[in-house]
Every structure is written in C-alpha cells, then in structure tokens.
C-alpha cells in the first residue's frame, strides 16, 4: 500500500477509543431520530458531522492513510462489524449511509490507481462523505460518453450529503459499466429528495441525482470497464448491511423487552413464548452476521464459499427480522403502531431496510454452491476458530 502520512498516523486513535467515542455520540444521534423522521426531505447532516468528529469517516481508510482499515484489513472485522451494529440500532437510516461509506471507501481502495487512493483519502480526511450509487429506473440511467456523463441515478442514500459517489455509469457496447468517482458538493441542486416516499427509512435522504454533463477526466474512473461485475467482493460485501440490519432488529427486540418488563405482561405463557421466540431470532442472526462478517473481512482467500455463506446468511437475517417485527407488533399491540412510540419507527425503518437487491437470487445462489461443495453439511463452510 502506499507511503503513510505522518500527519494522518499521528492523529489515529486506538480502535477501543474510535468504538467509545462512537458509543459516546450516540445517545445525540438517537434524541434527533424522531425529528429526522418526522420532516419531510431530512439531510441528516448533523448526525454525519458527529461521525465526522468521532473519526468514524476516516476508519475505514487503510491504516497507512492514517485509518483504522475497517472493510479493508482483517484486524479490523469485530470492530466494523460492532460499529455497524451499534450505529444501526441506534438510527437505522445512518447506519445505511455509514455503510454506504465503508463499501465506497472500500471499493476505490481496491480499484484505484495509487493517486485516486490518496486524493479519496485527503477526501475522507477533510470530512466528505462517501456513497455508492447503482441504481437505476426504466427511465433513469447513467451513461459514459466522450467523457462526460449522461443521465442521473435513484436511490441514492445521502443525496445532497455524499461529496464522493462512487457511480456505475454504461460505457461502449455490451452493457459495459465503469465505476466513476464523483465530487458533488452538499446540498446540490443536483438531488432530489421529492422521490423518496416510503413508510421507514424516511431520514436516509435516499433520492435521486441527476448526474448529466458533469465532465468526467481520467483521474475519476475507478479500476477498468466492469471491474465490479460479477464480483465476489459485492456479494460479500452484502454482509455489511446485514450488521446495520441487526442492530436495527436488536432495537425492536428491546423495545419489546421494556414493555412487558413495564407492563409487568412478560409472564403470560403467550407473551413469554414470544419473547421466547424474539430472544432466539435476535441469536441466530447475531450468530450469522458475526460469522459471516468476520469470514468476509478475514478470509477472502476462500470468496466463493464465503459469498455463498453471507448470501445464506441474507436470508437468515430476513427471516429473524420479520419475525421479530411480527412478535412485537402482536405483543406491544396497537401502541407499537402510534407515534410517537419509538418502536413503530424502529420497526418501520427495519422493515423497509429489509428490502435489498434479489434476495431469493441469494438463497438460490448459496444452494447452488452448497451443492458443489464436496465436503459434507456441517463441515463445507470455513472454521474460524476451533470451538
Ligand atoms: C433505505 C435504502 C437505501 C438505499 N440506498 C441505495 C444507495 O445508496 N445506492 C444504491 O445503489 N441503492 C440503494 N438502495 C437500493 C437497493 O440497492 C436495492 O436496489 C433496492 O433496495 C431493491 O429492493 P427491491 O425489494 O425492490 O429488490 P428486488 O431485487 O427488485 O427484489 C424484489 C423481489 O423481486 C425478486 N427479484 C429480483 N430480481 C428478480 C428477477 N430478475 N426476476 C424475478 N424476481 C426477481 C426478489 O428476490 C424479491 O423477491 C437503497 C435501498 C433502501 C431500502
């Protein structure tokens, strides 16, 4: 990797004193969710200043950056994955912006030129935000010509927010795509937060950015046409979300907790059943999603069996979600669908985070695998630790 800079090494905190910092902004964080989800066209701009300030912007940068190589280097795996976790049960919507912030860093680390490193890392340094943004509607795509860009992209989390987006835009023939990394500057007339109308997830500023004839040199593309398709690295970068997600789970699942402790109901046979089945749900995807982080940030050497591991484990933290979800509508009952009991929002913001790319094509995907391994079930995914 490239040379340090002994500015950025010498202002590197522990990892324990980056994760209490973190822990130490995050009642802030939490007394502003409400609010954040209550306005239309939130920018969750003061949340992100927070991570800024706690270093959180600049983690997940190579430790010769001058950060801690969260997503990138393997010492690092139970630090991302307890940040994750803990930004998303505190506030869903930032903990997607912040992962959306990891994967980006992660991806120009990997593809860039040594240059493009060092100018994303000066970036992160000075407190800008990252994004990836890959979608696109029928009638809204990005494409690459002569050097400048055409058309714009929706869903865009942190729109207004993210400086460095890291967009995929069609070049030449055969549906080639090119990562670009571009500069956009907060608030820009470019986004469009009119478009994002769901029920949870409201304070993500997930909406559309119109990209159109912004120049784009050389120094802005990031790895060769299709670098990122097909890739391994996406796939198991799917993990991260499934981090945010449990924290999100967890939160309901608490919530649930307080109010039969409050009400003093947890003691009925069905509530206690419930809270049974929540306990066992919250463990099974606590267990996925720590091994299935800590595969994907150590082990890439076996990718295709820890692609099929984390595509397993999608599924599995679906499942458990819903299921919580469900078991705490049913006992909190109709207060947990008022306002402003934090819990319809927590349960709102996790139902719609839920809804990630082709998650029936993950199971398939991880079947498939699992049938091509020669070893048998119990022994066909890669041990950590001895048990
Ligand atoms: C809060 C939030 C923030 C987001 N931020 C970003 C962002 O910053 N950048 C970005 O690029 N994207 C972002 N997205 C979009 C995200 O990446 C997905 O594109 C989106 O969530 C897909 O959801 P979906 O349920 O419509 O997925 P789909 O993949 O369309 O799945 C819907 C259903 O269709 C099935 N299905 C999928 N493909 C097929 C097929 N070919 N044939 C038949 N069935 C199929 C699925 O298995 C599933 O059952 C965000 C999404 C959310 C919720």
């Excluded at 190589?69 to 976790?85: D, M, P, V």
């Excluded at 990997?110 to 890959?134: D, I, Y």
């Excluded at 050389?218 to 890739?231: F, N, Q, S, V």
């Amino acid at each position: 990797m490239d040379a340090p800079s002994p500015s950025h090494l010498s202002c590197r905190l522990g990892e324990a004193a980056l994760l209490e910092r973190l822990r130490a902004a995050l009642p802030g964080i939490l007394d502003r969710a409400a609010a954040m989800d209550a306005a239309d066209g939130a920018l969750p701009e003061e949340d992100v200043a927070t991570l800024t300030s706690a270093g959180l912007l600049t983690a997940p940068l190579p430790t010769t950056f001058g950060g801690h190589g969260w997503g990138s280097e393997s010492s690092s795996a139970a630090s991302i994955l307890e940040a994750l976790r803990l930004l998303g049960r505190t506030s869903l919507p930032l903990g997607r912006l912040y992962e959306g912030h990891v994967s980006a860093i992660g991806l120009v680390m990997r593809h860039g030129t040594p240059s493009q490193r060092e100018a994303a890392a000066e970036a992160a340094h000075t407190g800008c935000l990252f994004g990836g943004w890959g979608c696109e509607a029928p009638l809204v795509s990005l494409r690459l010509e002569s050097g400048v860009l055409r058309g714009g992209k929706v869903l865009c989390s942190g729109a207004g927010l993210v400086e460095r987006a890291l967009v995929t835009a069609r070049c030449g023939g055969e549906g080639q795509q090119q990562m670009v990394l571009v500069s956009i500057p907060k608030h820009t007339h470019r986004a469009d937060l009119g478009t994002w109308t769901p029920t949870g997830m409201r304070a993500s500023a997930t909406g559309s950015v119109n990209l159109d004839e912004m120049a784009v040199g050389p120094e802005l593309l990031i790895g060769k046409p299709d670098a990122h398709r097909g890739m391994a690295e996406y796939a198991i970068g799917m993990w991260r979300p499934l981090a945010v997600q449990l924290g999100g789970l967890e939160a309901v699942a608490e919530s649930m907790r307080t109010y039969l402790r409050s009400t003093g109901r947890g003691k009925d046979p069905h509530q206690a059943a419930r809270m049974g089945s929540v306990l066992t749900e919250v463990e099974t995807a606590r267990l996925w999603v720590r091994e299935a982080g800590l595969m994907a940030e150590s082990l890439q050497a076996c990718s295709k069996r820890v692609e099929a591991y984390v595509n397993l484990a999608r599924g599995a933290v679906e499942r458990a979600a819903l299921e919580v979800m469900q078991a705490t509508n049913r006992s909190v009952g109709l207060s947990s669908f008022m306002r402003p009991n934090p819990v319809e929002r927590q349960i709102r913001d996790l139902a719609t985070y839920l809804r990630q790319p082709a998650l029936d094509r993950a199971l398939i995907s991880g079947a498939t695998t699992g049938l091509d391994l020669p070893e048998v079930v119990g022994t066909m995914w890669p041990t950590l630790s001895p048990l």
